[in-house]
């Protein structure tokens, strides 16, 4: 029997039309949730992730304070930039598109944005916080996945969560997300350092594939009724297409789809996650306000 296939675009809308609601509540008490995100440069893919972000906001309710600035743009200009966006009480959000100009350091960015508008949840202070599980702004795309396992009914606890990658962004906050009581999964975490692969990915109940690789995980390497989770978004070549190209995971999906309980589309599946966990930080960085 072939697996459930995971709709995270419909869950994502979900979380969405949650955040929109809360929005409008807010603004009844004098809050207009805000946030600022900040694109250097006009790398196509940058454009077209921050353009997501923007038709999101819109979707919520919140107010888009995104500065675009040039390629040449300094370091200082852009460091100073964020000192205003930090000091400013409008803005809750402070977010940087990835990947910046080569002569700007991106950890000094990082580091400049105030833990409290961090939504992206990359300050090493928001990653403390997260190792210790004191409150913090979860990553999005790791939040998001935890989130996509809770509204599927996808048992965690006690279960074997295998990981695959070990990426600041992705690999290292899920499975320190997995380990907190409220999952209470046992993690293990494979990389390219990691011997004999399948065998223990064999074991695992929930398979989270996060390598960057086309189709990495095949069938012989997922046990039967697993729940398994593809973070891969690769480009490879097809004539069919217009654009010459189509999009994979780093799973197998046809073959895998046939083994799994459960398995994430790719496109369609953990990536609308990530821009609805971000709203849903902007949010509660506005609630912030609201108690403080």
């Known amino acids: 029997m072939a697996a459930t296939i995971i709709d995270g675009f419909e869950i994502a809308r979900q979380v969405r039309e949650e955040v929109a609601n809360k929005t409008a509540e807010l603004k009844t008490k004098g809050i207009n949730p805000s946030l600022a995100v900040i694109l250097v440069g006009e790398n196509p893919a940058s454009v077209s992730y921050v ?5 999101a906001l819109a979707e919520v309710g919140m107010l888009d304070k995104s500065i675009k600035l040039p390629e040449s ?3 200082e200009e852009l460091l100073t930039l964020i000192d205003q966006l930090n000091k400013d009480d409008s803005v809750h959000g402070i977010l940087v598109q990835l990947p910046l100009p080569k002569h700007i350091n991106e950890q000094k960015v990082i580091l400049a944005i105030s833990p409290d508008k961090d939504v992206d949840g990359f300050h090493p202070v928001s990653v403390g916080n997260l190792v210790i599980g004191n409150k913090s702004y979860l ?3 790791p939040h998001g996945i935890i989130v996509l396992l809770q509204k599927m009914g996808i048992e965690t606890n006690g279960k074997n969560a295998v990981v695959i990658g070990r990426s600041n962004i992705v690999g290292k906050p899920v499975a320190l997300l997995l380990t907190r009581r409220e999952c209470n999964a046992t993690v293990t975490i494979c990389h390219t350092g990691t011997k004999n ?8 109940d929930i398979l989270i594939a996060a390598v960057g690789k086309p189709q990495t995980v095949t069938a012989d390497m997922v046990k039967p009724g697993a729940a398994v ?7 490879i070549p097809d004539d069919t297409k217009k654009s010459g190209f189509r999009l994979v995971g780093d799973v197998d999906f046809e073959a895998v789809k046939e083994i799994a309980s459960f398995i994430t589309p790719v496109p369609r599946g953990v990536g609308p996650m990530t821009i609805a966990m971000l709203m849903q930080n902007t949010l509660e960085a ?3 306000k609201l108690e403080n």
């Open 51 to 55: 353009t997501g972000k923007q038709k």
């Open 73 to 75: 743009t300094s370091e």
């Open 139 to 141: 990553p999005c795309t």
């Open 197 to 204: 692969l399948a065998e223990i990915t064999k074991q695992a």
């Open 229 to 235: 989770i593809d973070v891969g978004v690769n480009r």
């Open 286 to 288: 506005a609630m912030e």
